[in-house]
């Protein structure tokens, strides 16, 4: 059976997904494309550091006889990647920590699981950051991976197969956010990225965290990025899900998008924030956006969402909460050094990062307090609301470089930020558990991808992501990065 000319390297997962089920194209001819194409780019980009091609050979043959028996589950025989840092039964799970090398996981994450029940065929794993803490993906185990519109740039991270996504090694990878780890890598590479309602898709296996529930460990979830809002969904719905024990008593479901046309979405946009400058051109990609938006017919209205303030208390609690977290696991000789440094630089936010590697059991409960009624106010936005659109990232992809992050910094427009602000976008979704869709929103002059954010209310996932594949079907879908593009190789 031939590959056809309908699918490629660069078909959706969809498009896959349906070619797969007319038999059109055998699940085994889908894995050898694949697996040829990795062969011949990815050493290039260092995307999939741990291969499982033995293992994929062997479910796409079982795939193929599902397949023709008539099995109809959503990813049956859909290659996908997962982020090293998600537990695959034996395979590495490091984190990109040298003292974790040669650790193997027993079993695989609850995430994982739902993946392969679904019928996808997993790769391998891809790239991530030294404890997952940087929005570049380079580490001591593997390496660093390179961004597939510019080898020069980063890739983003922490969640760093957007490279192979973008490059057409694999339609869908799953990943991790908490600081914005599967929206900011699809912005820096012409993605999707689909940040999911906290509690909606399980966190356990997960390391930074643990093999089992934590309920402790709030805003870190699991997601898909994708080359389309639509394989994001596609994926969303594969993993989401209750965590172990509690599927006795709950099952989520997603209710439907608030609207299915871009002129019936009220999308208030976020005002630029005059403490913290975003590239030039990120700002004209947005301003150009809400036009599109109005001639579409949507109201569309530059609004700060009211009882959140100049959001700098908002992004303090959060930079706080997120050092708690992703500091667990540190040994207290680290914690130490990094409190006198943040502290040292007289900087507001590192004062905050500050606070949470300090911070007492009573400061991370008071801390949740606050939180919920944050939570109050999102959900008093979105009842006028459907769409809070703001910027994704400060800049494109920025250069290489091997800069601790606390030293680092950005230029924007001339100016120098700190580095952890790059966060701050992120966090808006992050701290109140919103449910949040990186999607691309052109090329800058440097010929880099930009990416934009549609924030939506929570559990109602399909909201941000069908306006995402609104704006999509006007705009224009995924571009192939130029040295990468299908035609190429």
């Known amino acids: 059976m031939p590959v056809t000319a309908e699918i ?98 027993a079993a695989d994450a609850r995430t994982v699981a739902r993946i392969r029940a679904a019928g996808a065929i997993i790769l391998g794993k891809t790239n991530i950051c030294t404890w997952l803490a940087d929005y570049h993906s380079d580490n001591p185990v593997y390496g660093r991976t390179n961004n597939p519109w510019n080898l020069s740039r980063t890739s983003g991270g922490s969640s760093g197969g957007c490279a192979t996504v973008a490059a057409g090694l694999a339609p869908i990878d799953i990943g991790s956010d908490l600081g914005g780890s599967i929206r900011v890598p699809p912005a820096f590479c012409g993605l999707w990225g689909h940040r999911p309602s906290d509690t909606a898709v399980c966190t356990s296996g997960h390391f930074p965290g643990s093999d089992h529930p934590n309920a402790a460990v709030t805003m870190a979830v699991q997601g898909p990025q994708a080359r389309s809002a639509r394989d994001c969904e596609l994926a969303l719905e594969a993993m989401a899900g209750p965590e172990v024990g509690m599927e006795v008593g709950w099952k989520l479901t997603f209710p439907a998008a608030r609207h299915q046309s871009l002129r019936d979405f009220r999308v208030a946009v976020l005002p630029a924030q005059t403490w913290l400058p975003v590239d030039e051109q990120i700002i004209k990609a947005l301003q150009q956006t809400a036009d599109d938006l109005r001639r579409a017919g949507a109201t569309v209205q530059e609004l700060q969402p009211p009882r959140l303030g100049d959001l700098r208390e908002y992004y303090a609690m959060f930079r706080s909460m997120m050092a708690a977290i992703v500091s667990v696991h540190w040994p207290s000789s680290l914690r130490d050094r990094v409190i006198d440094e943040k502290l040292s630089r007289g900087d507001d936010f590192m004062a905050a990062d500050a606070r949470g590697l300090n911070a007492s059991s009573a400061n991370y409960i008071q801390w949740h307090e606050r939180r919920e009624i944050y939570r109050c106010a999102w959900r008093s936005f979105f009842r006028q609301w459907d769409i809070l659109l703001t910027p994704m990232t400060l800049t494109p992809a920025f250069a290489h470089t091997t800069v601790p992050t606390i030293d680092r910094a950005l230029e924007v427009n001339g100016t120098q930020v700190p580095f952890d602000n790059m966060s701050f976008y992120p966090g808006l979704a992050t701290l109140a558990g919103q449910p949040a869709t990186a999607f691309p929103a052109g090329l800058s002059s440097d010929g880099l991808p930009i990416g934009l954010q549609a924030i939506g209310p929570f559990l109602e996932d399909r909201t941000p992501l069908r306006f995402a594949e609104l704006l999509e079907e006007l705009t224009g879908g995924f571009r192939q990065p130029p040295v990468f593009a299908a035609d190429t190789f």
């Open 8 to 105: 490629g390297p660069f078909s959706s997962a969809t498009s896959m997904r349906r070619a797969l089920r007319l038999r059109e194209i055998s699940a085994g001819e889908l894995l050898d494309l694949h697996l040829q194409r990795i062969a011949k780019l990815d050493g290039a980009l260092n995307s999939i550091v741990v291969k499982d091609f033995d293992r994929a050979k062997a479910v796409a043959k079982d795939a193929d006889k599902c397949l023709a028996a008539g099995d109809e589950r959503p990813l049956l025989g859909v290659p996908v990647t997962i982020k090293e840092s998600l537990d695959v039964e034996g395979l590495p799970s490091t984190a990109g920590v040298e003292a974790r090398r040669g650790h193997v996981a």
